[in-house]
């Protein structure tokens, strides 16, 4: 294994588990700039007595001694009883004093390596926690003063076996772990390192990472500040607030500050592309930011939940116009000064003063781990953040003690809990289901409610934990960007599996709304539309969190390929949906429950009754659509495999035609129209050919996140491709039925330039239908 430098450097590393130091919290935490004591320099054998009573000797945590290097037992006295071995040797004094003055020195550099692993070198996992006979670091912030309350007595324990086998397993950097409860923290850990190549280890109180998304809860706090000194009101017409940036009515009505905050504002999903710079050059305003690149807006407000940057970029854009003064400096002044949030910022570049303690942002790939420069994102409100996690263990304390953190105070009460609470749900008739708040994201587990919120971005992911009825949070970080939610839900699971278990005697949704199988209704009228509602049901539904007008929809329709569900309807009034084979009972009209589990389904009619889509309650953000008849996924699929297959015919006959008719002089005698449709075909055929080539290798080839600072060269270029094939397709189209009057031309002939003709314009309307026609990016 390799570690990549951003300079295309790379540096040999035997295994991940190199990566890790380990400190302990009840040791003093080691500054990085002195050396960790090399593994190829004796470790102490655990025999020997241990200074601190809290350690006992089975510590599972005390270094194993490596056997390649004997350490003589410090109990035992000097050996004098080997000097009558020796008596008979010449100069005995001069031997035995030699042999003294060497074993004395032994035991001393046995005792000070022993004082050293204990006070300074980090506490080591045993060889069963690694692949290899290096360790993984862990450094405490936790003050001992601080009160670990009885169900948290082995958080330490929990904490270390979860990070410790989670990033060995996605070959994480490094992480930080941070519980708080009531108003302390009550626990704090980092892991691994923040910088592999100077082995710089993650301390809490120190190391800064990158929060992407969790920004959103420190805009929404913002937001709510200045509702709460009647400011802002939360249903008015944000564009009585705004200044340049005015929002379209269009048939749509007003957008609220409401709708902001719940992501229910109506506006496509935007700025995949181009939405970040590597800070060469100055950021725009925010104000020029959302007034050039502020997406359409593609449905009603408070409509359908659909997560995106848009809603709380404008948010912070209202708190910049409101409070008189720019984003990053309200931020500041506002929260992160009253939450004694001294290592936070929203500045990008962070001030110098931060910056050399940022944790470098890694990915792995192919074995490597590369570093990742700092970006500017645009949207400063959404994604900017950069944090410790005792800083935010401060502002979720602030969260849980009804916006006050010691003798400070950002929010009321009243404010805080209106924050918190439900807002927004796709089952408003239900209980502890997926909803939204004010900023958070809220969910049910184990019958506790959850407020939470992720963050991921170029090099770090991250998530902010609250169950405000507990009074208690937490929140983690890692230096290196996963994609991947599964990091983040495992912990939450096997945390509240262990602290907070499902108590049988609590009412679980299902008990609560375990209704029978609705009877067919008396009412004919009823029974008829009902019917029909429930034929419609049958068929495709996609993800609905996709740009409408920006090629960045095949992307991200790939990416959430995993989300598209197919519904069959079963005669008793059950569906069954594929992959998974899942089967879902009837308990209302257009309400399904799994027959397996508390989750629940229900379908959207349109004001015409027509199913319009899809949600699960599960969790807020999936919400899905009804996929028309021509944007089935086989359809497609077809289409594209019968153009993609004459066009492979039309490069071989185009390439093989000239051999033909050198021998056959018949041939060669067709007219001129002929020719030139031929040739056209051929051109056509090719061009297309290498655009899904090229395409496909692109995709494949370059970085997701390379899109965020803009659209890559390569695939400007070869979207020139679509625009002359649909110009060549035009002018042979009309050719061909001018020339379909050839007498040369034999029906297979005609047949031949038919298809490819139908070819290429479905390849056309294929490339339209997801915004590859042309640069919409």
């Known amino acids: 294994m390799t570690v990549e430098l951003g300079t295309g450097n790379r540096q040999e590393v035997t295994d991940l588990a190199l990566l890790f130091p380990i400190t302990d919290s009840r040791f003093p935490i080691p500054d990085y700039r002195f050396p960790i004591p090399d593994s190829r320099f004796p470790i102490p054998d655990s025999r020997f007595p241990i200074p601190d009573s809290r350690f006992p000797i089975t510590d599972y945590r005390l270094p194993i001694t490596d056997s390649r290097f004997p350490i003589p037992d410090s109990r035992l006295p000097i050996p004098d009883s080997l000097f009558p071995l020796i008596k008979n040797l010449p100069n005995l004094k001069l031997v035995k004093k030699t042999v003294n003055k060497l074993l004395k020195l032994i035991q001393s550099l046995s005792l000070a390596l022993l004082i050293l692993s204990v006070s300074v070198l980090p506490v080591f996992a045993e060889e069963s926690l690694s692949v290899s006979n290096r ?7 936790t003050d001992d003063s601080h009160v670990k309350l009885t169900k948290f007595q082995d958080i330490e324990e929990f904490s270390d076996n979860f990070f410790v086998n989670q990033m060995t397993e996605n070959n994480i950097p490094g992480a930080v772990f941070t519980l708080v409860k009531d108003d302390k923290i009550i626990f704090s850990k980092g892991y691994g390192y923040a910088n592999l190549e100077e082995k710089i280890p993650v301390i809490p109180n120190k190391t800064l990472f990158r929060v992407g998304s969790v920004s959103k809860l420190v805009t929404s706090t913002a937001v709510m500040q200045l509702v709460e000194q009647g400011k802002l009101k939360l249903d008015e017409d944000i564009n009585q607030y705004l200044k340049d940036v005015q929002i379209k009515t269009n048939k749509f009505k007003p957008i609220t500050v409401d709708h902001l905050l719940t992501h229910t504002h109506g506006f496509d999903v935007a700025w995949a592309i181009g939405g970040a710079t590597l800070c060469q050059s100055q950021l725009p305003s925010l104000e020029k930011f959302l007034t050039e690149n502020l997406p359409e807006r593609v449905r009603p ?39 004694n949030m001294s290592q936070s910022s929203f500045q990008q570049p962070l001030p110098s003063e931060l910056a050399a303690d940022l944790a470098v942002g890694y990915q792995y790939k192919n074995g490597n781990y590369i570093k990742q420069p700092f970006t500017c994102n645009k949207s400063v409100p959404t994604t900017a953040l950069s944090t410790t996690a005792e800083d935010m263990a401060h502002f979720m304390i ?112 299902t008990e609560t709304i375990n209704k029978p199988i609705i009877e067919p209704n008396s009412n004919q009228q009823y029974n008829q539309q009902y019917e029909q509602q429930y034929k419609q049901i049958k068929g495709g539904y996609r993800f609905i969190r996709y740009p409408r007008n920006s090629l960045v929809k095949l992307a991200m329709v790939l990416l959430e390929w995993g989300k598209l569900l197919i519904i069959q309807t079963n005669k008793d009034h059950t569906l069954t949906i594929f992959p998974g084979r899942s089967t879902w009972e009837e308990v209302e009209p257009l309400l399904f429950r799994a027959s397996d589990s508390n989750m629940y ?45 004459i066009f492979l015919w039309g490069c071989l006959v185009w390439l093989i035609r000239p051999l033909v008719s050198r021998k056959n002089k018949t041939l060669s005698l067709v007219s001129r129209h002929t020719r030139l449709v031929e040739l056209s075909i051929g051109l056509i055929s090719l061009f297309n050919l290498c655009f899904l080539m090229g395409m496909g290798i692109a995709i494949s080839t370059i970085d997701f996140w390379e899109f965020f600072f803009g659209m890559p060269p390569v695939i400007i270029v070869l979207l020139y491709l679509p625009i002359v094939t649909t110009g060549l397709t035009t002018i042979v189209s009309i050719i061909a039925l001018l020339a379909w009057r050839d007498k040369n031309w034999s029906w297979i002939r005609r047949g031949y330039y038919f298809l490819s003709m139908l070819a290429a314009w479905l390849f056309i309307w294929l490339l339209n239908s997801w915004n590859l026609l042309g640069f919409k990016f």
């Open 601 to 645: 389904i229900n379908f959207r009619p349109d004001s015409q009754g027509k199913i319009t889509g899809m949600s699960m309650s599960s969790h807020v953000h999936l919400t899905y659509e009804k996929l028309p008849w021509y944007e089935a996924p086989v359809l497609q699929l077809g289409l594209a495999g019968f153009s993609v297959t």
């Open 398 to 509: 602030a969260h849980l003690q009804g916006g006050r953190y010691g003798t400070e105070r950002i929010l009321n009460d009243t404010t805080v809990k209106e924050m918190h609470r439900q807002h927004y749900t796709n089952f408003p008739n239900l209980p502890q289901v997926a909803g939204s708040t004010y900023g958070f994201f809220e969910r049910f587990v184990n019958n506790q409610r959850i407020i939470e919120h992720g963050g991921s971005m170029s090099g770090y992911t991250n998530l902010l934990f609250l169950i405000p009825e507990q009074k208690l949070g937490f929140y983690i970080a890692y230096n290196r960007n996963t994609l991947n939610e599964n990091l983040r839900d495992d912990l939450v699971e096997q945390f509240l599996d262990r602290y907070y278990p499902v108590q049988e005697s609590i009412s679980s949704p």
């Open 301 to 339: 407000p408070g409509e359908l939940y659909v997560y995106s940057d848009v809603g709380l970029a404008l948010a912070g854009y209202l708190v910049e116009v409101v409070g008189g003064i720019p984003f990053s400096d309200y931020i500041d002044q506002a929260i992160l000064q009253p939450l």
């Open 135 to 141: 360790y993984l670091p862990m450094v405490s912030t």
